[in-house]
Each structure stands twice: as structure tokens, then as C-alpha cells.
């Protein structure tokens, strides 16, 4: 447990006592109705890459065997309790011939807090194009730990940063430490429980605007990769307006092949931030 200081209080950062199997488990109740096992206090709203891990967790346990996820488009409805199982159910849209899609909706105590709506595909043979550099030079061997906030069985580097001046890394890598099993779909998972932490607004930070809780998240799998390796995760600001920020990312493995992006929407409001020049995580 790490102490995290605002400008006005002293919030404590709770990380539970379990691994990420653990905490993305869920337990299957009926055909296509799924529940969250690992449940913990935690004076925070629960963590979105969580809800929305267990999300596509709960949809790739329903599709046909061999179709891996390539997208997920997800809606933050209202703030969760990790204190309390959330509920998922999984309508199955559609299967073709190669893509399934399914709906997610997350409930607790009756209520919304999350859908989802995710596609899976049978990977086929074709051209292997990439445009760009890594956006850093690998491996994080040397580098300067990063005691990612929230996160567990996920260990961190810090490589030079473009928004140096900024209260948040906006590029940082991370691998998990927690054996991961040879299955496609943890694998994705755990990408996607990293894939909502820090922001890419950080740079738009000042002394009375900050970057709020996520509206919608959207992540693209672009090729397989293994969490328990290397990867490095690159946000890059997109602009602010009307009380919301829009920015993008990627997610690099270590011998620099993009292997997702990522799109996420947050509220952009006057108010108190959690800013780590003083001391936050």
C-alpha cells in the first residue's frame, strides 16, 4: 500500500494481494454470465483497465476456439467498487466464417458500470507492413525502475521522456511478472488492464485543470505478443476541449514491433489532481 498525496488530502493507493491471474479470474454462472472472483477495499473507483480486462476475458471465453481478439471498444458508465463482484454479461452478436463479435455488459448491484463491444478473428496469412520507429530504444535493461500505481505482477522502466515537465510518464515500459500461461487471450487481457493507466493528457496539465476518470477506451491487437515480456507504452496527447481530452497510444515489444495502439477519451476538468511532483503515484 503506497501513500499518495493531492494538493488537499492524503489518499492511500491500495494494491491487492493477489497476482493478475488472480485478479482477472472469473467465474462462469450460466451460459454466457460470468463473475469477478478477487474483490478488495479501495478508497478509488474501481480501476478501469480491470473491469475492462475481465471484459474481454468474459467475451473470448465464448467464441469458437482459435479466434483471437483484434479490437475493443469499451463505454465507462459509472465508478465500480472493488469491494464488490462485478457481473458480466456476454451477447454473442455474431459468428462468421473468421470474426465473432460480442457485447459486453458489466453490472454491479444492478447497475452499468461498462460495456464493451469486441470483434475476434482467425488469424490469416498476408503482407507484414510497419511505418515508423519505436518510439524507444530497447531493451529497458539499465533504465530506471517505475513503481507503476495500482497495477499488480507489473514491474516498470522509465526511458527518457518526451513531456519531461509533465506530472505523469507518458512512455514508460512494463512486463508482468506473474507466469502467464501460452494463451493468446490472457495475454490480451493483460495488455489491456495495462492499457488504461497514466494518461496521454498529462501534458495539458496545469495548476487548475487535470486529467479525470475515462469516458471510452478503445484498443486495436495488431500482432501477438507476450506480456510477460518486455513492452513499452507511448502516449501521445491529442487536444482538449469542452471538458474532455482525446489522446492515442501505442505498445511496442522490445525488438520494436507494434504489436497494439490504443484510443481513450477523459475528462479534462478545474480541480484537484494527483500530481506526482508531489509525491504521487
Do not use: K
Not at 491529442?238 to 511496442?252: E, N
Amino acid at each position: 500500500m503506497t501513500d499518495t498525496a493531492t494538493s488537499n488530502e492524503t489518499l492511500r493507493v491500495v494494491v491487492p494481494a493477489v497476482d493478475v491471474l488472480e485478479l482477472l479470474d472469473l467465474e462462469p454462472l450460466e451460459r454466457d454470465l460470468f463473475r469477478s472472483t478477487a474483490v478488495f477495499d479501495d478508497p478509488f473507483p474501481l480501476y478501469g483497465g480491470q473491469v475492462a480486462a475481465q471484459a474481454l476475458r468474459a467475451a473470448g471465453l465464448t467464441v469458437p476456439e482459435g479466434r483471437l481478439p483484434h479490437s475493443l471498444h469499451g463505454y465507462y458508465l459509472r465508478g465500480g467498487d472493488a469491494s464488490h463482484p462485478t457481473v458480466f454479461r456476454v451477447h454473442r452478436d455474431r459468428d462468421g466464417r473468421s470474426f465473432s463479435a460480442r457485447r459486453v455488459v458489466a453490472i454491479q448491484r444492478g447497475e452499468v458500470i461498462f460495456n464493451m463491444s469486441a470483434s475476434f478473428h482467425v488469424p490469416g496469412d498476408g503482407p507484414d507492413h510497419r511505418v515508423g520507429t519505436p518510439p524507444a530504444d530497447g531493451p529497458p535493461d539499465g533504465l530506471a525502475s517505475y513503481a507503476i500505481p495500482r497495477l499488480v505482477s507489473m514491474e516498470g522502466r522509465l526511458p527518457e521522456q518526451p513531456f519531461p515537465d509533465a506530472d505523469w510518464p507518458t512512455r514508460f515500459w512494463s512486463r508482468c511478472t506473474a507466469p502467464l500461461p501460452d494463451d493468446q487471450l490472457w495475454h490480451a487481457a493483460v495488455l489491456t488492464y495495462l492499457s488504461d493507466i497514466s494518461t496521454g493528457l498529462a501534458p495539458f496539465d496545469d495548476d487548475e485543470h487535470h486529467s479525470g476518470a475515462s469516458l471510452d477506451h478503445a484498443v486495436w491487437f495488431h500482432r501477438p505478443v507476450r506480456m510477460d515480456d518486455w513492452v513499452v507504452m507511448d502516449l501521445a496527447p491529442g487536444t482538449v476541449a469542452g471538458g474532455r481530452g482525446w489522446y492515442t497510444g501505442t505498445l511496442h515489444d522490445q525488438h520494436g514491433t507494434p504489436v497494439a495502439s490504443l484510443a481513450q477519451e477523459n475528462l479534462f476538468r478545474r480541480g484537484p489532481g494527483f500530481r506526482r511532483r508531489t509525491g504521487s503515484a
